[in-house]
């Protein structure tokens, strides 16, 4: 599998990750052998195998509907870099 | 020429839980900004969803009320997008597995008929915070509290067909929840919500044209102007020799016009995949079974009900059925009042303008009392000119009771014969002239003698028993 | 000074009063400072440390002990805890202070043990050497220009070196086994589902698994005591109670080896110290069979299109607007994502989530991902299945020993430290990784490998292999 140039915007946009040009150029070829490592699994005989998403096949257990966190919002917004009356900030977004 | 137009409708239902869908937030609406985002909400390193109960148990009574097929297992997924009101950088939602299957709706078509309409799927999932562009000194501001709320995303099949009929499609789904009691249906807050997919072609038989996404419409009408704008938009494009570009679109209701959403130009890939932190979710069959027996009789039962059992017209019982809350509370004054027809009379007359006029949301005035009200009229205690005074006292002081009220104002109508008949021989006595005009056959001048003795019992008087003694005095003076 | 005693004999110090929490605590400080050198540790907590010990001694006078009461331990840099910076090793988190507790220090704290500090690690737990931590490599105890392994590769060097008691780490695909196996420690990575994952920052959520790391397995059950159990936070939290009691004496015990693992370890000295291990089981009456898990040659791919794809999605959250590291003066909303993620990520996490994007997205998502995830079926089954011909699988931990510091540059060539380690991470299975040998003045370590919930089988098998022998009393510095 050749990872070329575009996969690598392609992926970088879709992860929100800006790379510089050293980054990028390792990252392609790391791409590309990961992908190769990966590529061992389609010689496995998978048909009709179900998916397994988790190890234990349990299944859902519900929470009763309460309200039991409280906030704080000052804790919370202690942590942020930038907030406004209660407000988290970003550059301004255009809809 | 005429087009066919091709409409689905996905409608965002806001499920009225108390906590939120993954965490146990406030789900309370106009909170102070941030104050109902707890950790989980804010994707806090470390913080893990947990499913609310009560979110699955409403969209498995939704999913029984339109007969949907309720799959065994449910799965949440991932959809990973990148945004500022999106805390943990993915929204779950469900894909390929959601929570309800196939249903249908059988709409009553504005033109009248009912058509059933496919609903694909309903699934559950969480809310985003709120993206606040007033000027932060050129920042955006967010809110989170609206992050994680429960939404069951409902989605039609492409079968409505036209704006009209989207509106009625949208209004029926706001009447069902209402009743199913899942959501408030307040649309100034929000609670329901809706995207429509158009498409327009020249003929039923053509392929399904480009479609267009108008998203976040969130009333009645905005849903049926920003339609009928799209639609239109559509065919004057083709017929100018364009192309429908397939894009999602954002209406404006001030300017009447929709324009592309800038955020929206990316063709995003959202690479949904099962949600790691949570299992899949189980509906067995008892807990389905003791679900439908728990299910409340639905509008259209309630409808052909009213019409067969309680001998209302169409008109009415499509009238009192049409909110939950307002047959709720006419069943309970129709069973005080032992009268269905008087019931619906007083419910859409005085009690549906007084509910207009204060802009209620609950009726300050007990269900019981304006059945006692009229139980009071049709027993002959009070006359209806009375009855609408006490409404009116009854209204404000909703502490008082029928029966107080008419006692401690004297407001027993006056049905004893011998004191209305000395009354009606003075009237007759004072009014030569209008007797005289009586005799001379113009008997509309009835009404001015029963006016006159109105007036002389403070409208107390039987009105019964009056016609008959006015009538009865009368004639013996004629015969005289 | 350092203090080579297990936890067991200090908790018998502590309750014969030879010594106090106090000057317990004292000690482990002092030689925590002396040992700066390791780089063990990214934060050190002085006077919270020994204000909980004070509080310890109050509890042990008041008769209200617990087993770990009074004792100091770390917590790998993963777990939130209240009030104390939580970096998971990245520049992304490293000004981190959470509002919150993980349910794991909630437990530890509970039972009265006390916080000495936060561990190294690789970043978000993403590298099997401790060289991808932002704060630094960890040095091995044992050979100081060796790696300790990773993730919880700090944990490991602090147990190592006799600075802590007891570590706390956590586990994806051999992160607390491999480094416990390279410093000459014991290590369990519990059941999928025994212990919460709430507050542990998520690398792998399916996957993500965290667990003690000590002296002596008779440590790690005392410790696997305190911290497993069910926790409504964390819906994937196994509801099972842990049962305490060990069911089968050692001489009942059936040993599985698989044969495609040793087949892969090329070290024969390695082998030789497996070879005694078995024989040692051989002659303490247990059964001994050879198995075979055929898929073990697609254990490592499977592991990481797995691990990488809910990687990527999992660091979504850390988008500089809520908490985290936040680029200088941001152009517009890409910018501040692209930048500050950039810069808050480091190289191996970069190319995980790169990695993990390409296989969720679309036209790739069927081959990678959902191939990966029906192999991983198909490992868990083979491996369920040989369970139920043996109690315990015999495995190495490692291909090899400690290697030094910078020797593995290729990211493939490191992924392979994991090989034997992955499968019992996919399949969601208890594993515990106890010293067996010595190599070149380094330790080898042995892996046991139980059934789902089987920890008490790793203990008895462990436990009496530590009772014979003595691998796991050697220490840094004073070679055999």
Not at chain 2, 47 to 69: C, H, K, Q, S, Y
């Amino acid at each position: 599998m050749t990872i070329l140039e575009k996969d690598i915007d392609k992926l970088c946009a879709l992860a929100r990750l800006g790379l510089d040009a050293d980054e990028r150029s390792a990252a392609r070829t790391d791409l590309e052998r990961m992908i190769a490592m990966a590529d061992a699994i389609a010689a496995v005989d998978t048909s009709g195998v179900v998916p397994l998403a988790h190890p234990l096949d349990a299944t859902a257990r519900l929470r009763a509907d309460e309200v039991t966190e409280a906030v704080d919002r000052d804790a919370f917004q202690a942590l942020a870099p930038l907030t406004h009356d209660g407000l988290y900030l970003v550059p301004r977004v255009i809809e | 020429m005429t087009w066919d137009v091709v409409i689905g409708l996905e409608v965002h239902v806001q499920l009225a839980t108390r906590s939120k869908i993954f965490s146990g937030a406030s789900a309370s609406f106009g909170a102070e900004p941030n104050s109902q985002a707890c950790a989980i909400d804010l994707a806090m390193p470390g913080m893990l969803p947990v499913l609310n109960a009560d979110a699955v148990r409403m969209a498995a009574t939704f999913g029984l009320a339109i007969d949907a097929e309720l799959p065994a297992e449910s799965v949440f997924d991932r959809k990973n997008y990148f945004y500022p009101d999106l805390p943990k950088g993915y929204q779950i939602s469900q894909f390929e597995r959601p929570i309800v299957g196939r249903g249908h709706l059988d709409l009553k078509l504005p033109g009248g008929g009912v058509r059933r309409i496919g609903i694909t799927r309903a699934h559950l999932e969480e809310d985003a915070g709120k993206s606040l562009h007033e000027d932060f000194a050129g920042m955006t501001g967010i809110d989170l509290n609206r992050a994680g709320m429960p939404l069951l995303e409902v989605v039609s099949e492409p079968e409505l067909r036209s704006a009209a009929e989207a509106a009625a499609y949208f209004r029926q789904i706001h009447v069902l929840v209402r009743y199913l009691g899942i959501c408030d249906g307040n649309l100034n807050e929000g609670s329901m919500r809706c995207d429509a997919n158009v498409s327009v072609r020249k003929s039923p038989s053509d392929p399904l044209g480009v479609r267009t996404e108008i998203k976040n419409l969130n009333s009645f009408r905005f849903l049926e102007r920003a339609i009928e704008h799209e639609v239109a938009r559509q065919i004057e494009l083709i017929e100018a020799g364009g192309t429908v570009v397939r894009e999602t679109l954002l209406y404006d209701p001030d300017r009447d016009e929709t324009r592309p959403m800038r955020s929206k130009e990316l063709s995003e890939d959202y690479r949904y995949f099962p949600e790691p932190d949570l299992l899949p979710v189980v509906l067995d069959t008892a807990q389905l079974d003791a679900l439908r027996q728990g299910l409340p009789e639905l509008p259209n039962a309630k409808r052909a009900r009213f019409e067969r059992d309680l001998a209302l017209s169409a008109y009415d019982a499509e009238w009192l059925t049409s909110d939950p809350d307002v047959a709720r509370y006419y069943e309970a004054v129709a069973a005080t009042a032992g009268d269905p027809k008087l019931a619906a009379n007083w419910v859409m007359g005085e009690w549906s303008a007084a509910m207009n006029r204060d802009a209620a949301r609950t009726s300050p005035l007990a269900a019981e009392q304006l059945g006692r009200l009229i139980v009071r009229i049709k027993d002959g205690t009070i006359s209806g000119k009375i009855a609408k005074t006490l409404f009116d006292a009854l209204w404000k002081d909703p502490n008082k009771t029928v029966d107080d009220l008419i006692e401690a104002e004297d407001l027993t109508q006056v049905s004893d014969t011998a004191a209305l008949a000395a009354l009606v021989a003075d009237v007759i006595r004072d009014n030569p002239e209008q007797v005289g005009q009586y005799r001379a056959g113009k008997t509309k001048v009835l009404g001015f003698f029963v006016g006159q003795l109105m007036k002389a019992t403070q409208g107390k008087a039987n009105p019964q028993a009056l016609n008959e003694l006015l009538k009865d005095a009368l004639a013996e003076v004629r015969d005289r | 000074m350092s203090d080579f005693r297990t936890l067991v004999e200090v908790a018998s110090a502590l309750d014969a009063g030879t010594i106090s929490s106090v000057e317990l605590t004292r000690d482990v400080l002092s030689a925590i400072a002396d040992a700066k050198s390791l780089n063990a540790f990214i934060t050190v907590v002085d006077e919270r440390a020994l204000a909980q010990a004070r509080v310890a001694d109050d509890r042990r006078a008041k008769g209200l002990a617990a087993a770990v009461t009074g004792i100091p331990i770390a917590y790998k840099d993963i777990f939130c805890t209240r009030g104390v910076r939580t970096t998971c090793g990245s520049r992304m988190l490293a000004n981190f202070v959470p509002p919150y507790d993980a349910t794991v220090v909630e437990r530890f704290d509970a039972a009265g043990a006390v916080m000495v500090g936060k561990t190294n690690m690789d970043e978000f737990a993403m590298g099997s050497s401790n060289e991808t931590s932002y704060f630094g490599p960890v040095h091995n105890p044992h050979d100081p220009n060796r790696v300790p392994g990773g993730s919880s590769g700090g944990s490991a060097a602090a147990v190592a070196a006799g600075l802590v008691f007891a570590a706390m780490g956590t586990d994806t695909g051999g992160s607390i086994r491999q480094p416990a196996a390279f410093t000459g420690v014991s290590g369990l990575k519990p059941t999928y589902g025994r212990i919460s994952r709430y507050g542990m920052v998520a690398f792998a959520s399916s996957l993500d698994q965290g667990g003690p790391i000590a002296r002596s397995v008779r440590d790690l059950e005392v410790l696997f005591g305190v911290a497993a159990g069910f926790d409504p936070r964390d819906s994937t939290s196994a509801e099972l109670a842990v049962d305490p009691a060990r069911h089968k004496p050692i001489d009942a015990l059936r040993i599985g080896l698989p044969k495609e693992y040793f087949a892969a370890l090329g070290d024969r000295r390695v082998a030789a110290s497996l070879d005694t291990a078995r024989r040692w089981f051989e002659e303490a009456g247990a059964t001994v069979i050879d198995v075979s898990l055929p898929n073990t040659d697609v254990a490592i791919p499977t592991y990481y299109v797995v691990a990488s794809a809910e990687a990527s999605t999992n660091l979504s959250r850390y988008d500089g607007v809520r908490y985290g590291h936040r680029c200088e003066a941001p152009q517009d909303l890409e910018d501040l994502y692209l930048r500050s993620r950039s810069q808050g990520f480091g190289r191996e996490v970069k190319r995980r989530i790169l990695t993990g994007t390409y296989t969720l997205s679309i036209g790739y998502f069927d081959a990678y991902y959902l191939k990966a995830q029906r192999v991983r079926r198909l490992i868990r089954d083979e491996f369920v299945r040989t369970f139920a011909d043996v109690d315990v699988l015999l495995t190495p931990t490692t291909p090899g020993v400690a290697f030094p510091i910078g020797a593995v540059s290729d990211p493939i060539e490191m992924y392979q430290q994991d090989v034997f380690t992955v499968g019992a991470s996919l399949a969601g299975l208890p594993a515990m990784s106890i010293p067996c040998g010595w190599v070149d003045g380094l330790p080898v370590g042995m892996q046991l490998i139980g059934p789902h919930f089987g920890e008490s089988l790793l203990f008895t098998a462990g436990d009496a292999f530590q009772r014979a022998t003595d691998w796991h009393t050697r220490r840094p510095g004073r070679k055999p």
